[in-house]
């Protein structure tokens, strides 16, 4: 990355608008250069940063946050939420936008982010869309389970955003789940305010619906549904998002 960009992007802002970009990330080197690339591209004409949080990687996730600029946090919990409350700590914007290391967003998700704030909203989200090919039963299973969910109003952890004031109110992500935090981080939002998902959906990975067996994806989600909170509150059977496997990438 050219280092006068990263200059140029964090520029003094006119508006007062500061936005803390946090991506926790765990062996990402693959999905990480894409995701950071397009955060710099998309909020160009805002003052900002990007924060990576390394949580635990033995690959070159750390150096990649670095090359881009990133302010660079590393931790070793292997936790999702406390991987993003570090983030946070770390973080001077007054706008926290929240964006997994796997996930592409543009222009319009941090301008709606941005727009959504100033007119009230508590914080909000997008709704996603999965990159490349997934098998049908995947294609499937992805619009079903998106449609029910964003249904409800529910922000995605691969992409959400709120203050800081508003962060800081609800007490940040609650670090005794290790999934669906982001579930009981829009219920606390919603709390105190309108919870807006942006129209554009963001682009996250879909290597989850290539790398696992449909019937693995259904029999862990059901364990997530049917076990409440205390099915997440560690890490057992959530081997999917905490086992470290990645998608071998072609080319």
Request: charged share 20%; hydrophobic share 40%.
């Given at each position: ?163 800081r004031g508003n962060f800081l109110a609800v007490g940040g992500f609650d670090e005794i789940y290790f999934a669906s935090e982001e579930i009981f981080f829009t219920t606390a939002l919603k709390r105190l305010g309108r919870f807006r998902l942006l129209r554009e959906p963001a682009m996250t990975s879909g290597r989850k619906l290539r ?41």
């Open positions: 990355m050219n280092p006068a960009s990263a200059d140029k992007a964090t520029e003094p802002s006119t508006t007062g608008i500061v936005i803390s970009f946090i991506v926790p990330a765990y062996n990402e080197e693959a999905e990480l250069p894409g995701t950071l690339r397009a955060i710099r591209s998309a909020a160009t004409g805002y003052e900002h940063e990007i924060v990576l949080v390394n949580d635990g990687s033995t690959d070159a996730t750390g150096p990649i946050g670095e090359e881009f600029g990133a302010l660079l946090i590393s931790i070793e919990r292997r936790q999702i939420a406390a991987a993003r409350n570090a983030g946070a700590a770390a973080a001077r914007g007054n706008i926290f936008i929240f964006v997994d290391a796997d996930t592409r967003i543009g222009p319009e998700h941090v301008r709606g982010a941005v727009e959504a704030l100033e007119s009230g909203c508590a914080g909000g989200g997008a709704r996603l869309a999965t990159d490349r090919e997934i098998p049908l039963w995947g294609r499937i299973f992805f619009r079903v389970f998106t449609t029910l969910y964003f249904g409800l109003n529910l922000g995605a952890g691969a992409f959400l955003f709120t203050t790398m696992y067996s449909g019937w693995k994806i259904f029999t862990r989600s059901l364990s997530l549904i049917f076990g409440g909170p205390r099915g997440v509150m560690s890490r057992k059977k959530l081997d999917m998002w905490y086992g470290g496997e990645r998608e071998k990438r072609i080319g």
